[in-house]
């Protein structure tokens, strides 16, 4: 069973169309991630979700808008896509049941977007 | 920013030697975590280290961690072609959510 699952797994469309992309766990962790890898591999984080509450949201352009209607959910919504937003997304999930602090991430096998 | 940086960016070694990787960071921390990542797929955890440990051991993995330097180093021993791969050093902060703020990575590659 696939413990985080995104989809689609590619995904390549024209600039200017807006699309979204899903991410589910069934690992039943509390916290929710959407990470962003570019061409040189660098991994930064966009977004990240709390029981459904939005905690972490970097400076991410507002034409990315993700939505948790669950805690097993989230998606991420991109509009008016630029040539500049190909690259890979991941989706992550963590719990922290001992409130220590040490989270680990589980991430999903990621989605390539490819703007034309 | 936090973000950590790995040395060396690449590495090529053959099967059987040991392949040692490098990540600096900037800020204080409540723990460090490497991950490694094959190609087209997703992190995978490996080994999380706390700040108050200098040293972890996981298999064939060997992790140490210098605070005062604000550095960490990651060891594999008797490496074999599937450990090609890119690792990838993760550092938390100990103030706010506890976010993870991931290094450069090095590419590993492991030749038979």
Redesign the interface.
């Known amino acids: 069973d696939t413990a985080v699952s995104q989809t689609p797994k590619y995904l390549v469309t024209q600039m200017g169309n807006d699309k979204s992309i899903k991410c589910e766990q069934n690992l039943g962790h509390d916290t929710m991630y959407w990470y962003k890898q570019d061409s040189k591999k660098f991994l930064k984080i966009m977004f990240s979700y709390n029981n459904k509450e939005l905690i972490i949201n970097e400076t991410v352009p507002n034409r990315f808008s993700p939505k948790s209607p669950d805690k097993a959910h989230l998606n991420l919504h991109i509009n008016s896509l630029e040539l500049g937003d190909s690259a890979v997304y991941f989706c992550a999930s963590s719990q922290d049941p001992l409130g220590t602090g040490s989270r680990k991430l589980f991430f999903g096998s990621g989605t390539q977007l490819s703007v034309l | 920013s936090q973000q950590g940086e790995e040395d060396p960016q690449a590495l090529s070694i053959q099967e059987g030697e040991n392949a040692t990787m490098n990540c600096s960071y900037k800020t204080s921390i ?2 460090l ?1 490497w ?1 490694r ?1 094959n190609s ?6 490996l080994i ?1 280290i ?1 700040s108050n440990e200098r040293e972890k051991h996981s298999g064939r993995l060997r992790v140490t961690l210098d605070t005062s330097k604000k550095s960490s180093s990651l060891l594999i021993t008797a490496s074999r072609a599937a450990d090609t791969a ?1 690792y ?1 050093c ?1 550092t ?1 902060m ?1 103030t706010g ?6 290094g ?2 090095t ?1 590993l590659l492991v030749s038979p």
Do not use: E, P
Request: hydrophobic share 35%; charged share 15%.
């Open positions: 409540n723990n975590q991950y990542q087209g797929r997703g992190l995978v955890h999380l706390r890119s990838f993760a938390v100990n959510f506890q976010k993870l703020v991931f450069t990575g590419r």
